[in-house]
């Protein structure tokens, strides 16, 4: 197929490229202008050079999308628009920032319909059901963001669920939970661990006794994947692992495997049970859809992976 990616510079969009092109399909990588992210693409075509033909990348803004069509008359069936400002930090709640996400994923839509794709992938994100303790099931759980960037990720597909329809292009919602491994943002809490530990320090941390669900970039981008590859995907997805246990329990094995003699601040940092997230995703829906991998990365070997 052919397929555009916007966002692809980021954590997930360079992974998700690479496994698209090694699946065998053309790939037009859209980033913004002047990015210096853009050794990240060329990267794969280096390791992979059997996949240079099938890459094209595009610099251009998320504010002038239409010029994919307009300026490039690019041609395409799938758009996976990953592209969001303000993920992480202060700006997950600034208004302006994520406001504006949702206009973008609007054009996007559009625009995908005029470059002629039949499906539009988005990224939403577990942050939309908010402070959920149980099991999550994408067309039972009722959505409660107490962030502004959770709010914007559902108004996105919302909105964009009846933008869809309305001009005939078909749209799928992952949504994605907590994905780590090779290639991820300094920042996470994983990173974080893994640096602290390899320092010879204790890792302060909360509680750690929430739910939790780590999902290995390998295993995101193959299930997100898979969804544009389906005729049968349409809505919210869960992308997450088997996996769920305890955080505390996910830390304790990041700590077994790098430093098994250091000991963890569990309840250094206080946390707030109203802005805690509880992650307990069914994933039965995707996995009847046939686009959960065969076999998974275990957590534990994703985490060697990621040292």
């Not at 052919?2 to 859209?30: C, D, K, Y």
């Not at 970039?217 to 994947?225: G, N």
């Not at 991998?293 to 985490?303: H, L, M, N, S, W």
């Amino acid at each position: 197929m052919r397929i555009i990616v916007t966002g692809a510079t980021g954590f997930i969009g360079t992974a998700l490229v690479e496994e698209l092109l090694l699946n065998g399909h053309s790939v037009t990588a859209v980033i913004r202008p002047n990015s210096d992210k853009i050794q990240k693409l060329t990267t794969i075509t280096q390791h992979h050079p059997n996949t240079e033909k099938r890459l094209q990348i595009v610099e251009v803004a998320l504010e002038e999308l239409e010029k994919l069509h307009t300026e490039y008359d690019i041609k395409a069936d799938v758009w996976y628009h990953l592209a969001w400002n303000g993920s992480g930090g202060d700006a997950r709640n600034d208004f302006a920032i994520q406001y504006l996400n949702v206009g973008y994923f609007a054009d996007a839509i559009r625009t995908a319909k005029s470059c002629g794709c039949i499906k539009v992938i988005g990224a939403g994100s577990q942050a939309e059901y908010g402070v959920v303790h149980g099991l999550a099931v994408e067309d039972q759980t009722v959505p409660r963001p107490f962030m502004m960037y959770g709010a914007a990720k559902l108004a996105a597909y919302q909105m964009g669920q009846v933008l869809a329809k309305q001009i005939g292009i078909q749209l799928v919602w992952p949504r994605i939970y907590s994905v780590y491994g090779v290639g991820e943002n300094s920042g996470t809490l994983v990173s974080y661990v893994i640096e602290t530990l390899k320092k010879g320090e204790e890792p302060q941390l909360s509680p750690c006794e929430n739910m939790w669900n780590f999902l290995n970039i390998m295993d995101c981008v193959s299930m997100i994947r898979k969804l544009g590859e389906s005729k049968e995907a349409e809505g919210i997805y869960h992308v997450a692992s088997e996996d769920t246990r305890l955080l505390k329990d996910f830390v304790t094995e990041i700590r077994d495997i790098i430093a098994p003699d250091l000991t963890l601040g569990f309840g250094a940092k206080q946390s707030d049970p109203s802005r805690t997230f509880w992650l307990e995703p069914s994933v039965e829906k995707i996995k009847k859809l046939g686009a959960f991998p065969e076999q998974t990365v275990e957590f534990a070997e994703g985490i060697r992976r990621r040292m």
